[in-house]
């Protein structure tokens, strides 16, 4: 396999291991679950798979409360079966990207259950820890993500702890002499065992004030929305002092040195600021990150405008980095539904995809997305995620795009697992589920290959420059420029029939209002 910038125009395929495929019977996906649909996924034409979080962990936030960097949980299953995993992928030409969470542990994890005993000890200081206000209160007025205060208070230190997430997550301290080298000594272990690289979570929570200032309000009116950020007070702040801190650069050039050390890997920063756009641009310059995706496409109005609206100022404030693009992944309501309503029509789908695919920079993929699923309704008594209960039911948590992959419609829980797995099969799913559209060729999943590997063909959608054409409201067009040629891109996601003229004075193309055509027609096609 090429060792060179193999992610440029890349498609990666992301998973979430516990609703992937379960081998071993016990209603949890696993390693050997995902080893065993390595050929459906190399079918699909992706170049690399990023796994959401496998290592240790008391699983309060489903993995992103790492209580060890270098064990597999075992619900997962163990190192080995990384390496057979690497292996077998690479063996299929497909690269694996492992989550790695550098802004805050679990509070099971040794560091933090040696830093919680004492204020002398070598760990002391690795995470924030604060002395209370003269009145007993927290140092200043930061909030979690999950709602509430961001502190909580440990006896044993008569100290306050700093969480940007759940309580179980405390924040580490990258001041504190050692930390750094500890771990870049966790990522070198999973580098050394062959994975090609990191997505990086919460890239811009690693570092706080380190004065501990009040974050100032946010300055817009508190507007009620569908997701954690608009239904809880975390969003009525400015985190100008609780994230995004200057020092973060310093750190990022750190990872890269690491990564350098491993020719062909790379890192994608989970980038989620007051002003996503900007801080992306700054974490992509010089020898920082790789790649980094905002959550712009993520949430937000789901029309053509937007997206225009999005990618033109992430074009507009980069210089020679490059961006990561994705329209569902396991934090937010899947593309299918956000875009086609909730009946989500699979023609909706595949021009979504299509639209995603052709966009510059590298493409993130979220599983499920290839069959266009829609968000599945989990009913209360079976939610599981840690942000749904508190904000039910103005929001409903994140367990509507983490239920399992449907593979086969007729068998028990859509052959997910021969035992009831840990969320709901939808009955929506089951009717998408992979061995029906397997045998469809206009389904979305064939629709899907066929352009992946369409796209394949084309150098200017794979690294080539991006230039918007003047269209309707409800289009998209751009087009998309190498050295060996020029593809003109239209896209009409909003179920209303558009015209739209071909540049240089050429016919008119007619998209219809669940599609897009190749062609050009001089008049309004049907």
Not at 61 to 84: E, K, S
Not at 157 to 185: C, K, M, S, T, V
Not at 197 to 210: K, P
Request: with cysteine; net charge negative.
């Amino acid at each position: 396999m090429s060792r060179g910038a193999w992610w440029r125009g890349a498609v990666i395929y992301q998973i979430y291991p516990r609703s992937f495929a379960d081998a071993n019977g016990d209603g949890i996906g696993d390693l050997a679950g995902i080893i065993g649909k390595l050929d459906y996924i190399a079918a699909l034409g992706v170049d690399a798979v990023w796994l959401s979080p496998i290592f240790a962990s008391p699983m309060k936030d489903f993995g992103y409360d790492v209580a060890d960097y270098c064990a597999i949980d075992p619900v997962f299953g163990c190192v080995d079966d990384v390496r057979t995993l690497v292996d077998e992928a690479h063996a299929r030409h497909v690269r694996v990207l492992l989550d790695f969470v550098p802004s805050h542990t679990s509070d099971q994890h040794p560091w933090f259950q040696a830093s919680r005993e004492s204020r002398d000890n070598f760990h002391t200081d690795w995470y924030v820890w604060s002395d209370p206000n003269v009145d007993g209160t927290p140092p200043n007025n930061w909030l979690s993500v999950f709602g509430g205060p961001a502190w909580t208070w440990e006896p044993r230190r008569q100290q306050y702890y700093f969480h940007n997430f759940l309580a179980e997550q405390p924040a580490l301290n990258y001041r504190a002499p050692g930390l750094l080298a500890a771990i870049l000594d966790e990522m070198r272990f999973w580098l050394d065992l062959g994975v090609d690289g990191f997505r990086l979570d919460a890239i811009n929570a690693c570092v706080c004030d380190a004065e501990l200032r009040d974050n100032p309000p946010a300055g817009a009116p508190f507007d009620p929305g569908d997701s954690v950020d608009d239904v809880n007070p975390f969003a009525m702040q400015a985190h100008v002092y609780s994230q995004t801190r200057p020092e973060i650069t310093t750190l990022l050039e750190r990872f890269r040195a690491l990564m350098d050390d491993y020719p062909g890997t790379t890192t994608i920063g989970e980038i989620a600021s007051d002003d996503s756009i900007a801080t992306a641009a700054e974490y992509l310059r010089g020898r920082r990150l790789h790649m980094a995706y905002t959550f712009n496409l993520l949430r937000g109005a789901p029309t053509a405008s937007r997206v225009r609206d999005v990618v033109g100022c992430m074009e507009a404030a980069l210089d020679d980095g490059w961006p990561c693009w994705s329209l569902s992944n396991h934090d937010v309501v899947r593309a299918a539904s956000r875009w086609g309503g909730a009946e989500a029509p699979a023609a909706v789908a595949k021009v979504v995809t299509a639209m995603l695919l052709s966009l510059r920079g590298t493409i993130c993929l979220y599983q499920g997305g290839e069959l266009g699923l829609p968000e599945a309704d989990v009913p209360f008594e079976r939610l599981q995620d840690p942000a749904g209960r508190p904000f039910w039911p103005a929001y409903k948590g994140r367990d509507g795009c983490r239920t399992p992959m449907p593979w086969a419609s007729a068998e028990p829980f859509a052959g997910f697992s021969a035992a009831e797995p840990w969320l709901p099969v939808s009955d929506e799913h089951r009717r998408r589920a992979v061995d029906v559209q397997d045998a469809h060729p206009g389904s979305v999943l064939n629709a899907t290959r066929k352009f992946i590997a369409w796209r394949k063909e084309h150098p200017a959608l794979i690294g080539g420059g991006l230039e918007f054409i003047d269209a309707a409201e409800s289009v998209l067009a751009f087009t998309r420029t190498s050295d060996a040629e020029t593809v003109f891109c239209a896209f009409n996601p909003s179920g209303e029939d558009a015209i739209v003229p071909l540049p240089g004075g050429a016919p008119w193309v007619s998209l219809d209002g669940h599609g897009f055509r190749r062609w050009p027609c001089r008049r309004r096609c049907p």
